[in-house]
Nanobody, 115 residues
């Protein structure tokens, strides 16, 4: 079972990107879904989460007000909209879903914020 991320790339500071996470193995409505990121030489950190009902969303302070996690149940896809990007947002972004105490991960998508 694997999650597939897409949407990463190179963007200038202040720009926006939208990441997508999809799977055909289960429905995201049955899982808590999160986005993490890992910058070179740093620990993996949580950047957004949404509960299985799709209502409760949480963000850490570094991305609050700039990042938005959402879910399209019809497409069974979870998104991470990233606005006002900063060079320090450069990282590999990973999608994670926890369902019935089992964690599922994608391979990640690289986001580079640079002029």
């Amino acid at each position: 079972v694997q999650l597939v991320e897409s949407g990463g790339g190179l963007v200038q500071p202040g720009g926006s990107l939208r990441l997508s996470c999809a799977t055909s193995a289960f429905t995201f409505a049955s899982a808590v879904t999160k986005w993490y990121r890992q910058a070179p030489g740093k620990e993996r950190e949580l950047v957004a989460s949404v509960d299985s009902a799709g209502y409760r969303r949480t963000y850490p302070d570094p991305v609050k007000g700039r990042f938005t996690i959402s879910r399209d149940n019809a497409k069974n896809t979870v998104y991470l909209q990233m606005n006002s990007l900063k060079p320090e947002d450069t990282a590999v972004y990973y999608c994670n879903a926890r369902r019935s105490s089992v964690d599922y991960w994608g391979k990640g998508t690289l986001v580079t914020v640079s002029s």
